[in-house]
């Protein structure tokens, strides 16, 4: 359930329903297959395409596809990826794993494993925070949308709440480009 306030939007609800609720607004949902801007192709919300799956689904088709997708592979790859770092996600607050469970949904675990923030959360939120939001590039060109999801998910982790247009991520971008 979400929870709109003037300071964003309060995750409320489970983790997977507040990871659900950030994907979906990021994702978007596109009942027809399409190349996303890493050349991959994708249908409904974020569903990478595999031989077999069809050119048009429904919302619900879609919705059902995010659900046992997060339930089956990016909410045990994250906890991995995270124990593997040596950060306990069973002692997180919903809301910070639901931020990281996103992030894992659009890059993989490799946003864990491989990102230099791990080191800093979460004692160090500031540092961990300038470190996470760097991981909004498709071959090295920033894109404006990931880093406005980049900003949402760590307000999420941060604060339990995020905004779809976070402040500060225009700004970012446009320092980057």
Excluded at 113 to 131: C, E, L, Q, R, V
Aim: glycine share 12%; net charge positive.
């Amino acid at each position: 359930m979400l929870y709109k306030n003037s300071g964003g939007i309060l995750a409320g609800g489970s983790m997977e329903a507040q990871a659900t609720n950030i994907i979906k607004h990021f994702e978007g949902f596109f009942a027809d297959a399409y190349k996303c801007p890493a050349g991959v192709w994708t249908i409904g919300y974020g569903h990478v395409m595999v031989a077999g799956d069809p050119e048009h689904i429904s919302e619900a088709t879609a919705a059902r596809w995010l659900r046992e997708e997060l339930q089956q592979a990016y909410i045990p790859q994250t906890k991995a990826a995270l124990s593997a770092k040596g950060i306990d996600p069973e002692k997180l607050p919903a809301h910070q794993l639901a931020g990281i469970v996103s992030a894992v949904y659009n890059l993989g675990p490799g946003v864990v494993s491989g990102g230099t923030w791990t080191g800093y959360f979460p004692a160090d939120m500031t540092n961990a925070g300038k470190w996470f939001k760097k991981w909004c590039t498709v071959s090295g060109t920033p894109l404006l949308g990931l880093v406005r999801r980049r900003f949402a998910e760590w307000q999420l982790i941060q604060t339990g709440k995020w905004q779809p247009n976070p402040p500060g991520a225009q700004e970012y971008y446009d320092s980057r480009t």
